[in-house]
Nanobody
Framework: QVQLVESGGGLVQPGGSLKLSCVAS????????MAWFRQGPGKEREWVAR????????NYADSVKGRFTISRDNAKSTVYLQMDSLKPEDTGTYFC?????????????WGQGTQVTVSS
């Protein structure tokens, strides 16, 4: 059974930091590009950051570039999202996504989400 379990969300003041974690089980973690998405109140889900297995390449949405950092630990089957200089518009539910590559090219999984609220 495949599971992606996010944690680390919470309430933080503007300008503060949070670090999200997503632990994967039931997959060969090194075969998956890992990404974070978010969905704000009344908004559609949007992509935030992705860590490609090929060449360890990372990219970010313009709205978070320079403030958020995605990383992964293949030994722990975990992807992280370090969020600094948080703004109220970063508020939302953050979801972990696993997109399969190589022999898992046709597989994709989502976590259940963790809530991030940026407010004074």
């Amino acid at each position: 059974q495949v599971q992606l379990v996010e944690s680390g969300g919470g309430l933080v003041q503007p300008g503060g930091s949070l670090k999200l974690s997503c632990v994967a089980s039931g997959i060969t973690f090194s075969n998956y590009d890992m990404a974070w998405f978010r969905q704000g109140p009344g908004k559609e889900r949007e992509w935030v950051a992705r860590f490609f297995v090929a060449m360890d390449y990372k990219n970010y949405a313009d709205s978070v570039k320079g403030r958020f950092t995605i990383s992964r630990d293949n030994a722990k089957s975990t992807v992280y999202l370090q969020m600094d200089s948080l703004k109220p518009e970063d508020t939302g539910t953050y979801f972990c996504n696993a997109e399969g590559k190589y022999s898992d090219y046709d597989k994709e999984y989502w976590g259940q989400g963790t809530q991030v609220t940026v407010s004074s």
